[in-house]
């Protein structure tokens, strides 16, 4: 029976009736409408620049890598220009620029015809780059605005979940928009929801803090267990969010199943992110933090030796379980210690982050000069699961992992 009040749930967790005055509730759901339309449409870009724009997986590889570089230096021009521009807006220009993004992706075959494909790809790059940065860094300091350090895993794993929740079908509903209409189609829908997630901020507070930034603080070597921890965690993203959908693309899985993989994994994802961020403000992210490591390598491991629907789709699914566990420990256990400073905090999280990206992209571009491009893709996503793996062997043994 519980389904015929599931708005009582609702208003118990997001409190709809006043969400106009939540800063927390407004993220919520302009976090919803933003994921609905990236996950559309982002697992796809690459295979979208290889099979519609002819680039070759090298230069698309390298793509990657100039996004994950220049964004380090984007992300530290943000926060240090955040102060004047405020939360709010800087997320809705993140917002504009993706839409700028699609519409750029939607004339790319003239733009690249005109302007050629370096300066083109520089274009795109810039764009991307700029969105990105503008909002992670916006959106760090507003859900830290927004919560408290006590309860700020079950905030998280609400802010982790239920937009993932809500975007559970976009993957699939992304592949059939491609599938039927193209990706010009894919482009032009998603730019739509972008724009409706920044109408939601509009009628929010804009938030305005002061920024100090201190480069020993950034760079914090006194606290290399943490910084590593950031690094693989990195890694991670680029095996799951560039290398699996190109290796599936590869193995000639089709556009459809690929959405319908993730329209699984992320169902699992939505609702252990959630439970997960419940468990660590009353037990500390440490055990759930090792419990999704061990799993979320194997997974990785597993399923880059996966040939068959089955397979992929379990290890898949074994990935969005233990990935959503792993994830809201380690940005949990971030966000409970980030409060004390910021700026320097964020900084940090992000620039060893985008380092673990740059790994992991170089050495998929290592093993791609000397082996064929799905036994590169194979054995990258081996070393990251390994590497996740190990992290167990990283963490503090404390209440929280970066205590």
Same mark, same amino acid.
């Given at each position: 029976?519980?389904?015929y009040?599931?708005e009582?749930?609702?208003?118990?967790?997001?409190?709809?009736s +006043?969400?106009?005055h939540?800063?927390?509730? %407004?993220?919520?759901?302009?976090?919803t409408?933003?994921?609905?339309?990236? +996950?559309?449409?982002?697992?796809? !870009?690459?295979i979208?620049?290889?099979? %519609?724009?002819g680039?070759?997986?090298?230069e698309i590889?390298?793509?990657?890598?100039?996004l994950?570089?220049?964004?380090?230096?984007?992300?530290?021009? !943000?926060l240090?220009?955040?102060?004047?521009w405020?939360?709010? @807006?800087?997320?809705i220009?993140?917002?504009f620029l993706?839409?700028?993004f699609?519409?750029? $992706?939607?004339?790319s075959?003239?733009?690249?015809a005109?302007?050629?494909?370096?300066l083109?790809?520089?274009?795109?790059?810039?764009?991307?780059?700029?969105?990105s *940065?503008?909002?992670w860094?916006?959106?760090?300091?507003y859900?830290?605005k927004?919560?408290?350090?006590e %309860?700020?895993?079950?905030?998280?794993?609400?802010?982790?979940?239920?937009p993932?929740?809500? *975007?559970?079908?976009?993957?699939?509903?992304?592949?059939t928009?491609?599938?039927?209409?193209?990706?010009?189609?894919?482009?032009?829908?998603s730019a739509?929801f972008?724009?409706?997630?920044?109408?939601?901020?509009?009628?929010?507070?804009?938030?305005?803090?002061?920024?100090s930034?201190?480069f020993?603080?950034?760079?914090?070597?006194?606290k290399? @267990?943490?910084?590593?921890?950031?690094i693989i965690?990195?890694?991670?993203?680029?095996?799951?969010?560039?290398?699996?959908?190109i290796?599936?693309?590869?193995?000639s899985?089709?556009?459809? +199943?690929?959405?319908?993989?993730?329209l !699984?994994?992320?169902?699992?994802?939505?609702?252990?992110s959630y439970?997960?961020?419940? @468990?660590?403000?009353?037990?500390g992210?440490?055990?759930v933090?090792?419990?999704?490591?061990v799993?979320?390598?194997v997974?990785l491991?597993? @399923?880059?030796?996966?040939?068959?629907?089955?397979?992929?789709?379990?290890?898949?699914?074994m990935?969005?379980?233990?990935?959503?566990?792993?994830h809201?420990?380690?940005?949990?256990s971030?966000?409970?210690?980030?409060?004390?400073?910021?700026? %320097?905090?964020?900084?940090?999280?992000?620039?060893?982050?985008?380092i673990?990206r740059?790994?992991?992209?170089?050495i998929?571009? *290592?093993?791609?000069s000397i082996?064929? $491009?799905?036994?590169?893709?194979?054995?990258?996503?081996?070393?990251?699961?390994? $590497?996740t793996?190990?992290l167990?062997?990283?963490?503090?043994k404390?209440?929280?992992i970066?205590?």
């Amino acid at each position: 029976m519980d389904k015929y009040h599931h708005e009582l749930h609702i208003a118990k967790h997001l409190h709809l009736s +006043s969400f106009l005055h939540n800063k927390y509730n %407004n993220l919520v759901i302009a976090d919803t409408l933003r994921l609905i339309a990236l +996950s559309m449409v982002s697992l796809f !870009v690459p295979i979208f620049l290889y099979k %519609n724009l002819g680039l070759t997986i090298h230069e698309i590889a390298f793509f990657e890598l100039f996004l994950f570089i220049g964004a380090i230096f984007c992300h530290y021009f !943000v926060l240090t220009n955040i102060s004047r521009w405020g939360i709010k @807006r800087s997320l809705i220009i993140s917002y504009f620029l993706n839409v700028v993004f699609y519409l750029i $992706l939607g004339a790319s075959v003239v733009l690249m015809a005109d302007l050629g494909k370096i300066l083109f790809l520089f274009i795109l790059a810039l764009i991307d780059i700029m969105a990105s *940065s503008f909002y992670w860094t916006a959106h760090h300091v507003y859900f830290l605005k927004a919560t408290k350090a006590e %309860n700020g895993g079950e905030k998280l794993g609400l802010l982790m979940g239920v937009p993932t929740l809500a *975007s559970i079908v976009s993957p699939l509903l992304g592949a059939t928009v491609i599938t039927v209409f193209g990706f010009y189609g894919s482009f032009l829908v998603s730019a739509l929801f972008v724009f409706a997630a920044s109408m939601v901020l509009l009628t929010a507070e804009n938030i305005v803090i002061d920024i100090s930034l201190n480069f020993e603080k950034i760079f914090d070597f006194g606290k290399m @267990r943490k910084n590593i921890i950031f690094i693989i965690q990195g890694m991670g993203h680029v095996a799951t969010g560039f290398l699996w959908p190109i290796l599936l693309f590869f193995l000639s899985v089709k556009l459809i +199943s690929i959405g319908f993989l993730y329209l !699984v994994s992320n169902s699992a994802y939505a609702l252990v992110s959630y439970l997960g961020g419940k @468990r660590i403000d009353k037990n500390g992210s440490n055990g759930v933090g090792k419990l999704g490591a061990v799993g979320h390598g194997v997974s990785l491991v597993f @399923r880059a030796f996966s040939t068959t629907i089955f397979a992929i789709t379990t290890f898949q699914t074994m990935g969005g379980v233990f990935g959503g566990l792993l994830h809201v420990a380690l940005d949990g256990s971030f966000y409970k210690q980030a409060h004390d400073d910021m700026a %320097n905090n964020i900084m940090n999280r992000e620039m060893y982050m985008h380092i673990g990206r740059i790994l992991g992209v170089l050495i998929f571009i *290592s093993f791609l000069s000397i082996i064929a $491009l799905v036994q590169a893709a194979v054995v990258t996503l081996i070393i990251t699961g390994v $590497l996740t793996f190990v992290l167990v062997l990283i963490f503090e043994k404390k209440y929280s992992i970066f205590d």
